[in-house]
């Protein structure tokens, strides 16, 4: 059951006695590292969780976060690692359910989903059959729940093989935060309720299945994979929101993961009451099923609901309105059990305090032998490219880098007509939020984006974590939007091994550092542990994803990253590698340049070293959160001020990958000069951070100029928009050397939009066919 | 111009078509799907999601519920229904429109923003449009290949009840600008009488420029100037 004898021993003592069958099942699931956090409690504590934002920070089932107009706003993200791995399609589908109650138990309506997807090397045919099944799965739950899928990002590496990462985040609001729902009991002698779909025998020890590493076994499984009704989820968010908005509930929690174990035992315990539950009385799928069953079973469209007796028939009523199920189960109790009935028999007697307070490790952690191998890069073996416009045109065409429209197109992204900022236009999606305008008839948004390089975190997880939380900040300014809140979903492998564990380690202090320094608390958030495969021979990139929300205080004057207008100046905001150079020594370890940085770029972990030499390798670019902060404070005060016509990050693929973006979103080309030290190629595909590409009309560049000498920011003109017709041109001047990239956007634009769809159609089987070979 | 936007369990635009009504000045409320009252309604609304989860095939079951039965004779008496998406789905189901819908050709759902050329302006839906304008809508949809037999097709081509049309954004009707193989490129239909309209694409979600345009908008306003709005 996945319990150590320590753990066993200490339910002996707890209990006094053995446990029987369903006792043992309960603690199981309530101290397996999904339900008990027990390898990183410890450390979670490290990030910062307060603002004065911050309206709920963590320890419910969602963080809630405040906009300036009162607005609360609630964000969650969460893993569904390995049932992806088996089950891809439902595995996602699940997914997107259980992210949907995470958010609706907070009384907030969902108004937007986001995935964050690691698969292995795209060429592989059961790599396009997950995908292909989680994409699926994404649609097919979030399109009929009616909650638009608007951002996301999908990563491929070797190490991902076998286990893919799928995470997925909601956002929620709740017009008045002081409406917000919690999981909570009240008062003993409340009754409680069981809502919504039927218990079945479906992802009975999930939470489990999801606390041990796959394996070839792991396909046994399947039936560990629960199933997903959007149609009743959609049921649900209507009735429970209809519940909680007429004040007729004193708690609810989602039945997710451990279901009704989990659910009944982390409100009790968060009361400090007591719970007892008849297990006759729970509304049931099918005959026969034990007290273990029913207490693991994670049949899916469920929530526990808490009411006071007066207020049971009222709540009976809407959801047989709604179409269904309610049922009273059992009572809340003062004595601090939770007790469960099974004809009239007790079943089970556990104290809840105990029982939602498991263990908690700290295991040894080790900086693994092989660091200072992969973190070695000798850049004079890395060939310079003949043709610098067909490297670009290839840098285009890589999987990481390509448009991802094949995703996106299958996601309704629109529904609910608050999608200001669609997928692919801009660096963050904006949503408007309904009603919250002001006299002056603005109207408040959110800005969305989720976001992690796990070549950095491989590479140097502390600033692979630093980088994660400054491009997410950076994505979100991009579109004119205040950061506020952070929502992380950490996936590693065996956290009992010591350099999982030192990655773990580092990379919540990575994250912790950059969150402080900007100011952002982490107020929601999901630890995945065991992701690898292979009997624990291959784990994956470690991979903090960070989910962030900003605030945008009028939809109407947001950036996106299409170039607009021919003759409209391109501005490179922020340091080139050189420049960064003096801060080598004198500053903390992680601001030290990445590798490549003396030859023009900091081509470590880049896309394009992997592209030339087939190698993730090299110190990562360089974190500096100092920098970043002012840059994203011009941009976005310009953005505020209406001035900035286009604004883009340059992330993976470097300056060039930026440009070329803008050029085909905006089906316009461009004109730049870059006078600098170094290689060409490392200049012009180094992945150097806390930078972007920034348009004005030509009327505006003294402005911005000086804007960014007040703000203390570098900022350089790089060139100008040309016309619709017109390449792509970037001439590189170093020293005495000129090199030239010309390139049609045309070009571009078929190596960007071609290859994601190219993976699918040429193997149309990919949907009907089993896939695995 | 008072409008009802039925809500089925599962209908996810239902909130979306009443914003879009309000917004065009019209007067709107929901309609529950088991009511049986229309008195005071001009215009039903069948809005776009997964009606009753949509489990068989689309609209196949929201066709049964009592609030279609009441459409079905408020439609025969000349009543005012326009039907978005799952909505138009569900007229075809009910017998008010002819044809059929099969899964998109390319078996995914698709969503996106399309060009649409506007055949016919006389209907109470289309009359703000020009004739042969080229407005951009999004569709989202997994089912929105519309079919129908020869005959079904030459009667819908000669009476001029193909209001809607895919084309490309200079207005050819081509078949690269038909996003999900529908016979003759087809959006959207009216009945003979033109007081029924279904289309797969939705209004509702282009009715403010930070939506992305207000060609939807327009459709709407049409149903609200009916009555001087």
Known sequence: MGLRLSEYERILEILGREPNETELGIFSAMWSEHCGYKHSKKYLRLLPSRSERVFQGPGENAGVVLLGNGTGVALKVESHNHPSAVEPFQGAATGIGGILRDILTMGARPICFLDSLRFGPADDGIVRYLMDGVVSGISFYGNCVGVPTVAGEVFFNESFRGNPLVNVMCVGVIPDPHSMARGVTGDPGNVVMVVGSKTGRDGIRGAAFASLGLSEDSQKDRPSVQIGDPFTGKLLIEACLEVIARGLIVGIQDMGAAGLTSSASEMAGRSGTGMIIDLDLVPKREEGMTPYEIMLSESQERMLIVAEQEKVQAIMECFERWGLDAAVVGKVTADGRLRLLEKGAQVADIPVDPLVSPP?????????????????????????????????????????????????????????????????????????????????????????????????????????????????????????????????????????????????????????????????????????????????????????????????????????????????????????????????????????????????????????????????????????????????????????????????????????????????????????????????????????????????????????????????????????????????????????????????????????????????????????????? | MKCGVVVFPGSNCDRDCLFAAKLAGLEATFLWHQARDLSGIDCVILPGGFSYGDYLRAGAIARFSPIVEEVISFAKKGGLVLGICNGFQILLEAGLLPGAMLPNRGLRFISKRVHLRVENNSTPFSRGYKMGEVIELPIAHGQGNFYADPDTMKKLEESGQIVFRYCDAHGEVCDSANPNGSLGNIAGICNEQGNVLGMMPHPERATQDILGGVSGLVLFRSLASLCGV
């Open chain 1, 360 to 773: 908690v490790y700290d295991p040894p952690a080790e900086r693994p032998a092989y660091m200072d191998e992969i973190q070695y890069l000798d850049t004079s073996k890395i060939p310079a490219p003949d043709d610098l416009g067909e490297a670009l045109k290839r840098l285009m065409g890589r999987p990481n880098i390509a448009s991802k429209r094949w995703v996106y197109e299958q996601y309704d992204y629109l529904v609910g007509t608050d999608t200001v900022a669609s997928p692919g236009a801009a660096d963050a999606a904006v949503l408007r939020i309904k009603d919250s305008g002001d006299a002056a008839g603005t109207e408040y948004g959110v800005a969305v984006t989720i976001d992690c390089n796990s070549r950095y975190c491989f590479l140097d997880p502390r600033r692979g974590a630093m980088q994660a939380v400054l491009e997410a900040s950076r994505n979100l300014s991009m579109v004119g939007a205040e950061p506020i809140a952070i929502t992380d979903c950490l996936n590693f492998g065996n956290p009992e091994r010591p350099e999982v564990y030192w990655q773990f380690q580092e990379s919540i202090r990575g994250l912790a550092h950059v969150a402080e320094s900007l100011g952002i608390p982490v107020v929601s958030g999901n630890v995945s542990f065991y992701n690898e495969c292979d009997g624990g021979k291959r784990a994956v990139f470690p991979s903090p994803a960070v989910g962030m929300v900003g605030e945008v205080e009028d939809v109407r004057r947001i950036a996106s990253s299409a170039f607009k207008d021919e003759g409209d100046i391109i501005f490179l905001v922020g340091p080139m590698a050189s420049g960064l150079i003096p801060f080598a020594g004198e500053n903390s370890a992680w601001e030290t340049p990445g590798s490549g940085a003396e030859e023009g770029g900091e081509i470590g972990g880049s896309e394009y070293l992997e592209m030339v030499t087939g190698e993730v390798r090299g110190l990562p670019p360089a974190a500096i959160p100092s920098i970043e902060a002012k840059v994203q404070a011009l941009i976005r005060s310009a953005i505020r001020d209406g001035k900035v016509k286009s604004a883009h990050d340059c992330a993976e693929g470097g300056l060039a990958v930026a440009i070329a973006e803008c050029c085909i979103q905006g089906d316009r080309g461009a004109r730049i000069i870059l006078e600098e030290k170094g290689r060409a190629d490392f200049i012009l595909f180094g992945e150097t951070q806390s930078r972007a590409i920034v348009t004005l009309s030509p009327a505006d560049q003294g402005w911005f100029e000086e804007q960014a000498r007040n703000a203390g920011v570098p900022v350089r003109v790089a060139g100008k928009v040309s016309g619709e017709d017109d390449p792509l041109v970037i001439d590189v001047v170093s020293g005495g050397s000129h090199k030239s990239l010309k390139i049609s956007v045309d070009e571009l634009r078929e190596a960007w939009e071609g290859t994601i769809p190219g993976l699918f159609d040429d193997d149309g089987d990919v949907n009907g066919g089993d896939g695995r070979g």
